[in-house]
Nanobody, 120 residues
Framework: QVQLVESGGGLVQAGGSLRLSCAASGRTFSSYAMGWFRQAPGKERNFVARISRGSGSTYYTDSVKGRFTISRDNAKNTVYLQMNSLKPEDTAVYYC?????????????WGQGTQVTVSS
């Protein structure tokens, strides 16, 4: 079992930056991929970014490319999402997730979420 705890959300003006953190526990952190998702009010939860377990390859949804950076510190069991040039449309609850079983699709474990609000 994996436990995930996000932090770092808050209120920021458009054009500002925030860094989200997600601390993991319960399994060897370096052995699984991690992702960030977000859910705006009244909308579905959508993929934001992913970082692989080995090489640390990264993937982003088009709307955040060039503005967001996902990274991981395996020594600290933590994944980060650096968000720059924030826009009001980035407002959402952000969730981190762990993909621990490479033989199945999807993420098996989720954090509780952290609110990000971007004011115009």
């Amino acid at each position: 079992q994996v436990q995930l705890v996000e932090s770092g959300g808050g209120l920021v003006q458009a054009g500002g930056s925030l860094r989200l953190s997600c601390a993991a526990s319960g399994r060897t952190f370096s052995s699984y991929a991690m992702g960030w998702f977000r859910q705006a009010p009244g909308k579905e939860r959508n993929f934001v970014a992913r970082i692989s377990r080995g090489s640390g390859s990264t993937y982003y949804t088009d709307s955040v490319k060039g503005r967001f950076t996902i990274s991981r510190d395996n020594a600290k069991n933590t994944v980060y999402l650096q968000m720059n040039s924030l826009k009001p449309e980035d407002t959402a609850v952000y969730y981190c997730a762990a993909d621990v079983d490479p033989k199945t699709s999807g993420y098996e474990h989720w954090g509780q979420g952290t609110q990000v609000t971007v004011s115009s």
